[in-house]
């Protein structure tokens, strides 16, 4: 039998606080999800001001609804940082250096532009290296457990636009770094539909985990069969279904109400009130909210008449699903990526864009309320800093419908923190059910 390795004590105190460092935390979704699962967060990460000011609001103040930052370190600003100011300032370093192997886990979804088939797929983005940087705190924390979430694209080689000097995935170089600062590494695809959201987003999950801690294991085999087994556990114990997915009407059919009022947070705009929840799920989102009667980040886009009609006619003429050219292209849009939601399927993959999804019920696009209960946020989880953004600074400010897009789904963060957990606690307890994936 391989044997827990010579610090067991001290990995066993780390393991009793549960601390987790959260880089490229954007608005908080990945930490929600830790926090359900029990983690404790000691920092994060994130440089855009509105993400950071979200994630502020819901997880680090005091009276945050879903505070579990208690131990932030006061050498660092609760404000935003970008992961190359901490790493390249001396002061900022020595104090992460004094962290090593106090941490148990880093995790983090480094920025997936420049990797996403959705996007440009940019061999040369800057961004797609920003997992090193991750990599580099890695390095310095030593920590037991290690994460980095994205899109597909990332497992994916740069063909028309390579990336210099790297011929492979950067999922692949990305794993063979940590591999060299000693851990065992493996890489799984997941569907965040398998945990309860409502929505089918497929994302490539990097799991890594000290040999020192762990000896010699089989990382993607481990990984894999855990969250298998985490995705039925879960659902059952949030009294979702097990035997299918969630679907969109029971996701966010009581926000479709008829009479419509003046939005309390942005008179120019209407929203409606609430309806009683009819599903598991709305029940779920809304535990904490049962008191309010109107939605917060609902309201509803002031749109054109010839938008109105376009919806309409969607509505009225097309089947459910994606919209084809020709029906766009004649009716006077010039996209071609428009669906109207299907109620009795989860929702395809969500981007930043609620004016890709036209409502199944009304002549209207997604409410940002509705994307987030796609994302599986709750619903008084509230978003931070300007509502939507276009114009010159899209793609470079981080609004609500970015925030939302961006983010890791809640339960997909608490099922991962669910099976970091149950791995750490075999491996601390040499559970012989370990032998098989040596």
């Known amino acids: 039998m391989v044997q827990v390795q010579k610090n067991n004590n001290l990995f066993a105190m780390t393991l009793k606080d549960k601390y987790y460092i959260d880089f490229f935390s954007g608005c908080g979704g990945l930490s929600l999800g830790l926090g359900y699962a029990g983690w404790n967060g000691f920092l994060a990460i994130e440089k855009d001001p509105m993400a950071f000011a979200t994630f502020k609001y819901n997880l680090v103040d005091e009276d945050a609804s879903y505070q579990h930052f208690k131990a932030w370190p006061d050498w660092i600003s609760r404000e935003a940082h970008s992961i190359e100011e901490v790493l390249d300032d001396p002061s900022a370093r020595k104090k992460l250096e004094e962290l090593k192997g106090k941490v148990a886990l880093v995790a983090g979804g480094p920025p997936c532009q420049g990797f996403s088939v959705a996007g440009a797929r940019n061999g040369n983005d800057p961004r797609n290296l920003l997992v090193f940087k991750q990599i580099e705190a890695i390095r310095i924390l030593k920590p037991m457990f290690c994460i980095v979430e994205n899109v597909g694209g990332f497992a994916r080689k740069f063909v028309s636009q390579p990336i210099d000097g790297i011929a492979i995935s950067i999922a692949d170089a990305a794993m063979k770094e940590i591999e060299n600062l000693g851990y065992n590494v493996g890489m799984v695809t997941i569907n965040a539909a398998d945990y309860g959201v409502p929505q089918l987003r497929e994302r490539v999950i990097i799991f890594g985990i000290l040999k020192e801690f762990a000896g010699t294991i089989r990382v993607s085999e481990l990984l894999q069969d855990h969250l298998k087994k985490i995705s039925n556990d879960q659902r059952e114990q949030l009294g979702l279904a097990t035997e299918r997915y969630v679907n969109i009407e029971e996701a966010i059919s009581d926000l479709s109400g008829e009479e419509s009022v003046t939005d309390p947070e942005f008179p120019k705009y209407k929203t409606v009130r609430y309806l009683a929840p009819n599903s598991a799920y709305q029940t779920l989102m809304?535990?904490?909210?049962?008191?309010?009667?109107?939605?917060?980040?609902?309201?509803?886009?002031?749109?054109?008449e010839k938008s109105v009609a376009l919806y309409k006619k969607a509505l009225e003429t097309q089947p459910a699903g994606r919209l084809s050219k020709e029906f766009l292209y004649e009716n006077g849009c010039h996209s071609n990526k428009r669906f109207v939601l299907d109620t009795s399927k989860p929702s395809?993959?969500?981007?930043?864009?609620?004016?890709?999804?036209?409502?199944?019920?009304?002549?209207?696009?997604?409410?940002?309320?509705?994307?987030?209960?796609?994302?599986?946020?709750?619903?008084?989880?509230?978003?931070?800093?300007?509502?939507?953004?276009?114009g010159p600074a899209r793609g470079i400010d981080v609004p609500r419908n970015a925030q939302i897009g961006n983010a890791i789904p809640p339960l997909v963060g608490m099922a991962l923190g669910t099976a970091v957990d149950d791995i750490a606690g075999m491996i601390l307890s040499n559970d012989l059910q370990l032998q098989k994936y040596r």
Not at 286 to 304: E, L, Q, Y
Not at 361 to 379: C, G, Y
Not at 382 to 389: A, C, I, P, Q, V
Request: charged share 25%; aromatic share 10%; with cysteine.
């Open 286 to 304: 809304r535990r904490n909210a049962m008191s309010r009667i109107i939605p917060n980040c609902h309201r509803f886009n002031n749109h054109s």
């Open 348 to 390: 395809s993959t969500l981007t930043t864009a609620p004016e890709e999804l036209i409502h199944y019920k009304h002549p209207r696009v997604v409410t940002l309320r509705e994307m987030a209960r796609l994302q599986s946020f709750p619903d008084d989880f509230e978003f931070m800093g300007r509502y939507t953004l276009n």
